[in-house]
Antibody, heavy 121, light 108 residues
Framework: EVQLVESGGVVIQPGGSLRLSCAAS????????MHWVRQVPGKGLEWVSL????????YYADSVKGRFTISRDDSKTSLYLQMNSLRTDDTAMYYC??????????????WGHGTMVTVSS | SSELTQDPAVSVALGQTVRITCQGH??????ASWYQQKAGQAPVLVFY???NRPSGIPDRFSGSGSGNTASLTITGAQAEDEADYYC???????????FGPGTKVTVL
């Protein structure tokens, strides 16, 4: 079964740092680009970041550029999101999603169930 | 504001047809993908590119596009189709991605 399981979401103070993880299984992880998408409770989806299959390309939404870093460890079939200088408007459910292709197509065919990050003092 | 725009909400009678539209400049150059999200659940891909439906998605879901508009059509809407629907495509730079604000579909 193809599966993505996110972890690492917590309640954290503004200005703090956090690393989210996404464990992948059931497919050849290093054959696909991977994305992070977030959603403020009750609001719409926001694309956050993308890493290509080989790690050569990383892309970020303007709202997180310079603060968030996406990475992957193919040996652990895992995707990560390092989040620094967290702000209250980063509060959201964070989803990991698999791209349909190894480059980046933006077609997200598998999603995890998400991990909740709450930034609050 | 999003680079992709969608109507906030539409309603459809059970068994009837509803079209959800997504507009944006980037859609002149790139296809959209469509996601269904039911309350409390993760999004699910329901249609992508010109004419691709993932396995397991009912054939009542179809897509189309023209100019700066992409559309998702549900032909013969069922109660279980009640959900939020999001379009997704590249942004105007062509390097990044953006979601539309979503359309809430209510099946009456």
């Amino acid at each position: 079964e193809v599966q993505l399981v996110e972890s690492g979401g917590v309640v954290i103070q503004p200005g703090g740092s956090l690393r989210l993880s996404c464990a992948a299984s059931g497919f050849t992880f290093d054959d696909y680009a991977m994305h992070w998408v977030r959603q403020v409770p009750g609001k719409g989806l926001e694309w956050v970041s993308l890493m290509t299959w080989d790690g050569s390309g990383t892309y970020y939404a303007d709202s997180v550029k310079g603060r968030f870093t996406i990475s992957r460890d193919d040996s652990k079939t895992s995707l990560y999101l390092q989040m620094n200088s967290l702000r209250t408007d980063d509060t959201a459910m964070y989803y990991c999603a698999k791209d349909l292709y190894l480059g980046s197509s933006g077609i997200l065919d598998v999603w995890g169930h998400g991990t909740m990050v709450t930034v609050s003092s | 504001s999003s680079e992709l725009t969608q109507d906030p909400a539409v309603s459809v009678a059970l068994g009837q047809t509803v079209r959800i539209t997504c507009q944006g400049h980037s859609l002149r150059n790139y296809y959209a993908s469509w996601y269904q999200q039911k309350a409390g659940q993760a999004p699910v891909l329901v249609f992508y590119n010109k004419d691709n439906r993932p396995s397991g998605i009912p054939d009542r879901f179809s897509g189309s596009g023209s100019g700066n508009t992409a559309s998702l059509t549900i032909t013969g809407a069922q109660a279980e189709d009640e959900a939020d629907y999001y379009c997704h495509s590249r942004d105007s730079s062509g390097y990044l991605y953006v979601f539309g604000p979503g359309t809430k579909v209510t099946v009456l």
